[in-house]
DNA sequence: ATTTTAATTTTTGTATACAAAAATATTTAT
DNA sequence: ATAAATATTTTTGTATACAAAAATTAAAAT
């Protein structure tokens, strides 16, 4: 929260970085409308460099920045999930096809051991090493544009698995579905890799899909937003 | 160029929207540097906004926002159109296909009204219509952030085609496909349609590489950006 | 003459002050 | 008491001033 470093220009970046950390945790919930003032207070800061912050986060789909209105976390529901979901299985399996031929063993070695600490990790850092995973498969695939998209669909569905995976049923069957994807991979089977990764992608939005189903049952029936606040 | 409305907030969308098109259409060149007192001269306002319409460029990848650099229009290369092109060939079909099933006839009819004025067009005006086809066809898919990722790529897109689009021969292709992707449309036949579509946009790809190839030949045999500046 | 270093200028980043819009509270009329 | 209108407060947008970083120019050393 304070200020670590003084440095011309790193600030926006750094207070960006601290907010969509905040965000994807779910520290900040979906529809908290944030208040300039609010925020540079916090991050001891005036006012300018928190609105270029919002604007990057509003890139990341983070935060809405409506004009002459206090910037709000974007809202969860399962629509945009859903179709969150549909792009990464279109566009992860993309990226590892032009990965693969790049993959080191080096690379799988990496992939291995996030795994493996995935594996072992708390809810908390789940999502996050989740993430990871997926990004070191296909980070050698040479296509900037593509790996910039899929960091932000990743970012997004990370928000919602914070939400969402709080039993582990759907956890474990993540860790088998990894596992066998990385042995596709040191195969440079890119055919089974590729339809592994898109059925995995899928299996999670089937998962998640199911269990926003449920809490919106039990929480308010008729309405739709996980979190309407 | 001048201050035309100074309601409070718009005027900063107002800016982005007109340097957009600015770049868009290659009066301002790949590599220019923007200085923000210059640009704050110009639209007759100070730096403040001009910096908040930089990062809603910087969100559509044309210009690129160094810390404590001046910002940079966007360089064009063929790896990069590539790029673009294979993302839009997964996506926009994607798009389409959900479309299809909510498009009425006169969603139809908009289409085919912008393809006929795209057919007597001026060049400047082809890559904006041509645009407006492509997005008014997948409109109704009912996906927004599909749209937007979208009409991100559709920009860049623009871009390219303003650059390379000088000989006609290319032009004539692109409307007779997209007269017969307009029948599979209107037989809502989702299967050649998307077909078509993919086919188009790798239509587009080849040719554009083509000529930037032989550009980049006659200019400076060693180089890769189309303008180095 | 060339390279390195230092001084100067230019340009961006941040803080603060003021203006415009939105939200809230208050008053007034019914 | 309720609803509409008005006044007040809050909050965002913009302009300006100052600080820090980068770029440029000038000077010095080799």
Redesign the pocket.
């Known amino acids: 929260m304070a200020k670590t470093s003084?440095?011309?220009?790193?600030?926006?970046l750094q207070i960006a970085e601290e907010l969509r950390q905040s965000i994807v945790r779910g520290e900040l919930a979906p529809g908290t409308?944030?208040?300039?003032?609010d925020l540079?207070k916090r991050f001891?800061?005036?006012?300018?460099?928190i609105?270029?912050s919002l604007r990057l986060l509003e890139r990341q789909g983070l935060v809405s920045?409506?004009?002459?209105?206090?910037?709000e976390v974007t809202l969860l529901n399962a629509d945009d999930f859903a179709e969150i979901s549909e792009m990464r299985a279109l566009a992860e399996p993309l990226a590892l096809r032009h990965a693969i031929p790049n993959l080191t063993n080096r690379h799988l070695e990496v992939a291995e051991r996030i795994q493996a600490k995935a594996e072992t990790a708390s809810v908390e850092t789940f999502s996050d090493l989740n993430k990871a995973f997926h990004a070191s498969l296909v980070a050698p695939c040479n296509r900037p544009r593509l790996l910039a998209h899929l960091a932000s669909l990743s970012d997004l569905n990370e928000r919602y698995l914070s939400y969402a995976v709080t039993t582990l049923d759907y956890v474990a069957r993540s860790h088998d579905e990894h596992r066998e994807l990385l042995q596709a991979c040191f195969a440079r089977n890119a055919d089974q890799a590729c339809s592994l990764l898109e059925q995995h992608i899928n299996d999670a939005k089937n998962s998640l899909l199911a269990r926003m189903q449920d809490a919106r049952a039990v929480i308010h029936d008729g309405g739709y937003d996980i979190c309407p606040s």
Chains 1, 2 share one sequence.
């Open positions: 003084t440095r011309n220009g790193a600030r926006t409308v944030l208040r300039q003032e540079a001891e800061t005036s006012r300018t460099p609105r270029d920045v409506p004009t002459n209105k206090g910037a």
